[in-house]
T-cell receptor
């Protein structure tokens, strides 16, 4: 079985400051890792994903995440946040016996960007 | 392509009533998934279809829940004899699966159910 931990339920940060949202997973097999963002009253939008290759993946809006196999982590970072980044962020894992079927999501981290 | 559509967006119902939600996936996608998201939690997998076949059901899917995808296109999720604990956001997703590759996993905006 797989599981995802997001230790920070809420992260307040001032505009233009850097931010890191932590994600750790557990799995006995190879996994694929994802970050999704959810704005109020909306569905989930894929932010970025790691499937294979380079362990550092980037999104088009300045977020990046690094897959660290030894630490079983996939932390999300942004060097300078904007007000519009305020949202709920979910880390998810898919792989092994779950591949191609469904995701296991973490509980989410609410990012609040303050002016 | 308008993405994954879910209807209705919001549903308020009295305890004990039956409700049905609809999901229209991206047209070329052969897989369709249902998730439930309660307040302050991440989505939890309920069930998924490949074409019209329901291939997996979570233990979260009690006997009061039933999902169908009769023609391999849209899907419905019915909850019978609703309980207050059923209040949640119900999310649908679809993808294109071929062999070992799963592409274009896309979520809809969800149906928010409130049981009073």
């Amino acid at each position: 079985a797989q599981s995802v931990t997001q230790l920070d339920s809420q992260v307040p940060v001032f505009e233009e400051a850097p931010v890191e949202l932590r994600c750790n997973y557990s799995s006995s097999v190879s996994v694929y890792l994802f970050w999704y963002v959810q704005y109020p009253n909306q569905g989930l939008q894929l932010l970025l994903k790691y499937l294979s290759g380079s362990t550092l993946v980037e999104s088009i809006n300045g977020f990046e995440a690094e897959f660290n196999k030894s630490q079983t982590s996939f932390h999300l970072r942004k060097p300078s946040v904007h007000i519009s980044d305020t949202a709920e962020y979910f880390c998810a894992v898919s792989g092994g016996d779950n591949y191609g079927q469904n995701f296991v999501f973490g509980p989410g981290t609410r990012l609040s960007v303050l002016p | 392509d308008t993405g994954v559509s879910q209807d209705p967006r919001h549903k308020i119902t009295k305890r004990g009533q039956n409700v049905t939600f609809r999901c229209d996936p991206i047209s070329e996608h052969n897989r369709l998934y249902w998730y439930r998201q309660t307040l302050g939690q991440g989505p939890e997998f309920l069930t998924y279809f490949q074409n019209e076949a329901q291939l997996e059901k979570s233990r979260l899917l009690s006997d009061r829940f039933s999902a169908e995808r009769p023609k391999g296109s849209f899907s419905t999720l019915e909850i019978q004899r609703t309980e207050q604990g059923d209040s949640a956001m119900y999310l649908c997703a679809s993808s294109s699966y071929s062999g070992s590759s799963n592409y274009g996993y896309t979520f809809g905006s969800g149906t928010r159910l409130t049981v009073v």
